[in-house]
């Protein structure tokens, strides 16, 4: 396996001018993401086809205010407009989809402060603390397990989604106790919502910040306190 060893961190006055090691590892990133993305991408495409339970609807039962996801100040979060025009089958597939990212993001939030501080619950790690050159160095059998783990959470998934009556992003099945008539639990899936979508926010802004400043951890927001 290739190693990339990594430049002393930038001073700050030239924090706005990328080095070869950040423009390169910038590339990495994009490919390694690229290639997750093409592997998902097949395995989606050998799934079996899930038929929502519900009939097709107008876009109204999605922006009401009493719809799950619709909370102020944003309101109907669609800053793209990608829900214009679209029936209700799509929209329960990009509710599924924003659910699954946000969980994602949510614990690569959690992850990347614990790898940040030196903290490994399950294991002695001999890696950096820079979440991004951990990456970079962890063994190919270290990625293997990761894709292999994904895959079978994947086919996992897609298993749970065939049972009648699922509701998107309801894995473990709590519609089947409760559904939104009940406010406690519509405030539950807000909550879960929206720290999904600031977790996709974050760990964007985060991944930037190390890539061309070489902050990561808790002096991450230096600049702004300057």
Excluded at 44 to 71: C, H, M, Y
């Amino acid at each position: 396996m290739m190693y990339y060893y990594i430049n002393e961190r930038l001073p700050l006055d030239q924090y706005n001018q990328p080095s070869t090691y950040h423009i390169i590892l910038l590339s990495i990133l994009t490919m390694k993401t690229a290639i997750v993305s093409c592997l998902v991408a097949s395995a989606a495409a050998f799934a079996p086809s899930v038929v929502p339970p519900k009939s097709s609807t107008d876009l109204r039962a999605w922006i009401t205010e009493q719809a799950v996801g619709v909370t102020p100040p944003a309101g109907f979060f669609d800053p793209l407009g990608l829900s214009n025009g679209k029936d209700d089958v799509t929209m329960r597939y990009y509710r599924e989809a924003e659910l699954k990212h946000g969980r994602v993001a949510m614990a690569a939030c959690l992850g990347w402060y614990l790898n940040a501080g030196g903290v490994h619950p399950a294991f002695d790690s001999t890696l950096s603390n820079d979440p991004l050159k951990a990456m970079i160095e962890l063994p190919a059998v270290g990625w293997l397990q990761f894709v292999l783990g994904c895959g079978a959470i994947e086919w996992l998934g897609v298993q749970i989604k065939e049972r009648p009556g699922y509701e998107p992003g309801d894995l473990l099945g709590a519609a089947y106790w409760v559904d939104d008539t009940d406010e406690g639990w519509v405030d539950y899936q807000n909550k879960e919502m929206n720290n999904g979508r600031l977790a996709m926010l974050a760990i964007t802004g985060m991944i930037y910040q190390d890539v061309f400043t070489g902050e990561y951890g808790d002096m991450m927001y230096r600049q702004l306190v300057r």
